[in-house]
T-cell receptor, first 119, second 109 residues
Framework: GAVVSQHPSRVICKSGTSVKIECRSLDFQATTMFWYRQFPKQSLMLMATSNEGSKATYEQGVEKDKFLINHASLTLSTLTVTSAHPEDSSFYIC???????????????FGAGSRLTVL | RKEVEQDPGPFNVPEGATVAFNCTYSNSASQSFFWYRQDCRKEPKLLMSVYSSGNEDGRFTAQLNRASQYISLLIRDSKLSDSATYLCVVTVNDYKLSFGAGTTVTVRA
């Protein structure tokens, strides 16, 4: 089945540094990638939608200059948390839609997530 | 009103019990419906798609009620391993997917 590979799975960094998270679709083309953030015991929150070859669309309240998204190819989307601070510590997950063979419906496949801890 | 709403639970049930919960959606143009399962500190994984006629996968049964705009998930003969958060995902088109905040199920021995 469709797989989205997300790296790194875990990262610890100092306050003020930038962290890049990559999501790759391994066996399908992901023209769209969704980026989420999840704080402990809370639900997934959509941050932005990236589209290959165009600018990402950010949800209300998400700073585009802080969370840089690049969707450079049909199989790679990256999220860079710039000048990270402790309050940015969270679980970041990407997902890409792809066609389900049986129904033809668009199904989301999620990456394994990246746990960011900013000291 | 949120596009997709779920009872957050938690639903605490003994092993072997049946548990069921719903997810309501607001957009009548919604086309596709899914249940995902998310374990603690893990990514969501597709549990099952929900088809118009309803469908079953082992102990799991999903139903769609378009008239009342909700989908349901029923788990029979609950196992300890069924403890998780269940997310419903609703799509309007290829690029508009909405998901609920999740329903937490805890199965106790």
């Amino acid at each position: 089945g469709a797989v989205v590979s997300q790296h790194p799975s875990r990262v610890i960094c100092k306050s003020g540094t930038s962290v890049k998270i990559e999501c790759r679709s391994l066996d399908f083309q992901a023209t769209t990638m969704f980026w989420y953030r999840q704080f402990p015991k809370q639900s997934l929150m959509l941050m932005a939608t990236s589209n290959e070859g165009s600018k990402a669309t950010y949800e209300q309240g998400v700073e585009k200059d802080k969370f840089l998204i690049n969707h450079a190819s049909l199989t790679l989307s990256t999220l860079t948390v710039t000048s990270a601070h402790p309050e940015d510590s969270s679980f970041y997950i990407c997902s890409a839609p792809h066609r389900e063979v049986y129904s033809g419906a668009n199904v989301l496949t999620f990456g394994a997530g990246s746990r960011l801890t900013v000291l | 009103r949120k596009e997709v709403e779920q009872d957050p639970g938690p639903f605490n049930v003994p092993e072997g019990a049946t548990v069921a919960f719903n997810c309501t959606y607001s957009n009548s143009a919604s086309q596709s419906f899914f249940w995902y399962r998310q374990d603690c500190r893990k990514e969501p994984k597709l549990l099952m798609s929900v088809y118009s006629s309803g469908n079953e996968d082992g102990r799991f049964t999903a139903q769609l009620n378009r008239a009342s705009q909700y989908i349901s998930l029923l788990i029979r003969d609950s196992k300890l391993s069924d403890s998780a958060t269940y997310l419903c995902v609703v799509t309007v088109n290829d690029y508009k997917l909405s998901f609920g905040a999740g329903t937490t199920v805890t199965v106790r021995a």
